[in-house]
């Protein structure tokens, strides 16, 4: 049982990036799914959460209108878009699911954790 994300890189400021975090061992159309981004000496942030009662989607006022999380349940797979990044944006990114919540604003202590990758904005 294990998340792993993927899809990062260097990009320049306003460009976009989609980070895809692909489940194995469960079924991800059950479960939701956070997404959160640690930058060098920073704490751990949340960045975005699709729920798993209805698919709703929810996002800190640092990122709405830039980033979009969806799922593709046939892959297995939640993906965030990311639009018009900027320097500030540079951290790794993480994706999580806690079997016991419907939505995640925070990175959880239980369930399963994917292992980041890491963003870099950058002119």
């Known amino acids: 049982v294990q998340l792993q994300a993927s899809g990062g890189g260097l990009v320049q400021p306003g460009e976009s990036l989609r980070l895809s975090c692909v489940a194995s061992?469960?079924?991800?159309?059950?479960?939701?799914i956070g997404w959160f981004r640690q930058a060098p000496g920073k704490e751990r942030e949340w960045v975005s959460c699709?729920?798993?009662?209805?698919?709703?989607?929810y996002y800190p006022d640092s990122v709405k209108g830039r980033f979009t999380i969806s799922k593709d349940d046939a892959k297995n797979t939640v993906y965030l878009e990311m639009n018009a990044l900027k320097p500030d944006d540079t951290a790794k990114y993480y994706c999580?699911?806690?079997?016991?919540?419907?939505?995640?604003?925070?990175?959880?202590?239980?369930?399963?954790r994917g292992q980041g990758t890491l963003v870099t904005v950058s002119s």
């Open positions: 699709i729920s798993s009662t209805d698919g709703s989607t």
């Open positions: 061992g469960f079924f991800l159309d059950y479960y939701a």
């Open positions: 999580a699911t806690d079997p016991s919540l419907p939505c995640l604003y925070s990175y959880p202590n239980n369930g399963v």
